[in-house]
């Protein structure tokens, strides 16, 4: 497959900028607005006309200028434009492409939030979306109607782990002469959409990219055609929303970006080391690196190989009630924290069905196999994961997870 030409990690170890007096870092920007020597010069900035020229921080700041083209050579896009927050690049996109009237084919098992905004948000706007099982291709096509503008997937999605083929969405998007837009949260390095064919690829960079849970933020890789149509200061969503980053965040989001290669391989490493054991214990676990997962054979044939199979994995303990005393327990243990969000680097659970797809109504929840019981889990950096392992195990025992399972059978 193309995509392996290109290496991500290796495109992040190239990256080189230096600081105004030679910093091996690069300045940061501290300023809302900037000066031209010339009143030309400023009109065709406004133009969009002029490389290297900064007009006003909403625009673009040196600061987020250096981590956009970071980012956009790691998902080997030409640009890329970095936003305040994961939403924050997510919301121009879909309103930049879909205007009233128009219609978007989503995959059903999304982020909340953007769920939220498909369903509830845009419908106001006259944009309706068919959610739709994006794990089978001919449903998609058959969703697909004459004002539909584009198909909306995570690579893998939240909070089930299915996996999107890229591939086989690309060729539909562009047989209709529609975009594809790819969410790639939760697998940086792991995946590159854009070589396999998406228009768009979308981060919030709050997760495994920043890494250390210390501030939102989002990134839009794509064309310079698409990235400059969305910070146009006449109709640009991106430049008129204003969902800015701010220039302080940004610097230090690529310097964490650094590392994230090393940080993913850990990631991936401590979880496929969890759900085997744990799959070997007859804990009901999903993990895209076990061949219990449905699609296990195409991640294998889409990944970079060399950073696994990513930190998420999910497991399913039957109740509510029997979900909510493990994760108290592990937190009280210290295994890791109860709390929303991922790509820390300590471990973090949460059970998605009442929380963060709590957008999503109860009957589809169930629709799609989410369960009460669900717990998602982002595995952290654990140097000692045989004894997380142990822990979380033990933990098992004490919520009486075996002892039901010997009921049943
Ligand atoms: C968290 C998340 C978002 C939203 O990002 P924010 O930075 O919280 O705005 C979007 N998509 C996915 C897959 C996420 O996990």
Excluded at 36 to 41: D, V
């Amino acid at each position: 497959m193309s995509q392996h030409k290109h290496n991500p990690a290796k495109a992040i170890q190239d990256i080189q900028f230096f600081g105004e007096f030679g910093g091996v870092n690069p300045s940061i920007s501290d300023s809302a607005t900037y000066t031209f020597l010339k009143a030309k010069t400023m009109l065709d900035t406004f133009e969009g006309n002029t490389d290297g020229c900064y007009l006003y921080s909403r625009h673009t700041s040196p600061s987020n200028h250096y981590l956009s083209m970071a980012l956009a050579k790691m998902e080997n896009t030409e640009s890329a434009n970095v936003a305040g927050s994961g939403m924050g690049a997510i919301t121009p996109v879909i309103l930049q492409l879909a205007h009233a009237g128009d219609h978007i084919v989503s995959s059903r098992t999304i982020y909340g939030g953007t769920y939220a905004f498909l369903k509830n948000w845009t419908p106001k706007f006259d944009i309706q979306t068919s959610f739709v099982d994006i794990t089978d291709l001919d449903k998609v096509k058959a969703a697909i109607q004459p004002n539909t503008k584009m198909i909306y997937a995570e690579t893998l999605s939240n909070p089930l782990l299915e996996l999107a083929d890229v591939e086989g969405l690309a060729k539909i998007a562009k047989k209709h002469g529609i975009k594809l837009v790819i969410d790639n949260t939760f697998t940086p390095l792991i995946f590159s959409p854009a070589n396999m064919g998406a228009d768009v690829v979308i981060h919030s960079l709050t997760k495994f990219i920043n890494g250390t849970n210390d501030t939102v933020g989002g990134v839009i890789c794509s064309t310079n055609e698409f990235i400059n149509e969305l910070k146009n200061v006449n109709d640009g969503s991106s430049m008129l929303l204003g969902p800015v980053m701010d220039s302080l965040r940004s610097a230090q989001v690529l310097k964490n970006l650094r590392t994230l290669p090393i940080r993913m391989i850990q990631h991936s490493k401590n979880a496929a080391y969890l759900a085997k054991n744990l799959e070997q214990d007859g804990v009901k676990v999903k993990y895209p690196g076990l061949k219990s997962h449905p699609q296990h054979d195409l991640f294998t044939k889409m990944m970079h190989p060399e950073f696994g199979y990513g930190g998420m994995m999910t497991l399913d303990l039957k109740t509510g009630d029997m979900a909510t005393e493990f994760m108290e327990r592990l937190q009280d243990k210290n295994v890791g924290y109860l709390a929303v969000s991922l790509g820390f680097y300590k471990t973090l659970f949460n059970a998605p069905g009442k929380g963060t797809s709590s957008e999503v109504p109860e009957e589809e929840q169930a629709a799609m196999g989410l369960s009460d019981g669900l717990i998602r889990m982002s595995i952290g950096l654990d140097f000692d994961i045989a004894d997380t392992y142990q822990k979380m195990k033990e933990t098992l025992h004490e919520v009486g997870y075996f002892k039901n399972n010997l009921q049943t059978h």
